[in-house]
């Protein structure tokens, strides 16, 4: 039986562990096919690639990138993406440094509301290369501004909080043409996340379809049964292939861990229909 894990992250992004470590759990939770996701980076995929091939873990290369569309945030995973593609590599190191500017906007926004030395604080939070919310979030979790990382995001980090701080990420074109340019699959992560009207949605699929994105995550810890069920129907319905994903990021930090997820709803095409695995 595949087990079959599209979405996860490591401390290249804003994960709690290693890539090895995650790769490790991975096969603890008897995952056999795992895609390492990191946010706007793929530095971990070698280190990953190490403690699959030990693990007999097939992993696929992966990243999710931040997009603006519409004015709205939305996450693009690529999968089976080349990570040495330079138009690639080139965005991502573009979107990181737009994340770093906006670090210190959130840590402008935190100091008028009388939260001292954030920026500071978020960075002893940070392994790699790259900054994000989740890393603020671990800081004032610390200094006892909220009990927990969700509650903290509620109280500070979201859209009209104190610590919010508006940011303008990669266009869709961008996303899905260096996925694409590198040889990878763009899906469309936890769509039901971004809570779309009905005509905003229908534009959303068909620009992306447009653009050459081929897939829709559809079982995600963002979704409900019902919006599973709903997603299910719009890939259908769009000709879009179904993925499936943790999103975890750690112990304690995740709703789902690796690997156990519900299936997918019957007539979904897996994105991994033709991607010839071999079982190990
Ligand atoms: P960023 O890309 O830096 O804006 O951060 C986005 C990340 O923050 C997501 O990938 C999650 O890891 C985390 N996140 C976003 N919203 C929440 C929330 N409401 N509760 C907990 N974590 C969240
Ligand atoms: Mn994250
Ligand atoms: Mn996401
Ligand atoms: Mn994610």
Redesign the pocket.
């Known amino acids: 039986m595949l087990n079959i894990d599209l979405h996860c992250?490591s401390t290249v992004s804003?994960g709690l562990l290693t890539p090895a470590r995650l790769v490790e759990h991975a096969a603890l939770r008897g995952v056999n096919v795992l895609a390492l996701t990191d946010?706007d980076d793929v530095t971990g995929l070698a280190e990953a690639r190490i403690a699959a091939r030990e693990k007999n873990i097939t992993l696929i290369n992966g990243a999710e990138i931040?997009v603006t569309w519409q004015g709205r945030?939305l996450h693009i995973i690529g999968l089976r993406i080349n990570p040495e593609y330079p138009p690639l590599e080139q965005g991502l190191a573009s979107i990181r440094a737009g994340?770093e500017e906006r670090a210190r906007n959130i840590a402008i926004q935190l100091e008028r509301y009388g939260i001292h030395d954030s920026l500071e604080g978020a960075y002893t939070y940070t392994e790699g290369q790259l900054i994000?919310?989740?890393h603020f979030?671990r800081f004032l979790v610390e200094k006892g501004y909220a009990k927990d990382?969700?509650s903290v995001?509620?109280k500070y980090?979201?859209k009209g909080k104190p610590g919010y701080a508006p940011h303008q990420w990669a266009t869709l074109n961008d996303a899905v043409s260096w996925i694409r340019g590198s040889g990878g699959q763009a899906v469309i992560a936890h769509p039901a996340r971004y809570q779309l009207g009905k005509n905003v949605l229908e534009a959303l699929l068909h620009e992306f379809r447009d653009l050459g994105g081929v897939g829709l995550e559809i079982i995600s810890p963002s979704h409900t049964s019902d919006q599973i069920k709903l997603f299910a129907h719009h890939a259908q319905r769009m000709n879009l292939l179904a993925s499936c994903g943790s999103d975890y990021?750690g112990p304690g930090e995740s709703y789902f861990d690796l690997g156990q997820l519900p299936p997918l709803p019957a007539g979904c095409i897996p994105i991994w229909h033709n991607w010839n695995i071999e079982q190990k």
């Open positions: 992250h804003d946010h931040s945030t994340r994000g919310r989740t979030a990382i969700r995001f509620k980090l979201v990021h």
